[in-house]
């Protein structure tokens, strides 16, 4: 539940703010509903973690969709902004590399790829 809550207030807080908290203010707000979810888990061990599939594994898959996949702008392959682990902020904005070599060309001349 509080996971949602978060991910909501966040994608809000990220919408009003523009550029890179757009991606950053969900990711927070989620993470910290995870660990509030986690908490009210502990003291309620009869569900057996079934609560946070349900509240976030299923229910939220359509709307992230467009958020949550993000394209590398170098070679175009489709880059999960969640294990995303090269990243370059050029003119405001974060963008997502698959790899070093894709980093390393982007941060070279980032106005070739965008
Ligand atoms: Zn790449």
Redesign the pocket.
Known sequence: MLCCLGLFAGLAVGSATGGPWTFIAPAAGFGFGLLGDMKLLRGDRKNNGSHGAGCCGVGHMGEEGADSRLK?P??G?TIEDKTARYRAMFKGNAYY???FE?ESSFKDNPERYI
Do not use: G, R
Request: net charge neutral; hydrophobic share 25%.
């Open positions: 590398d170098v070679c392959k590399l698959c790899s894709c």
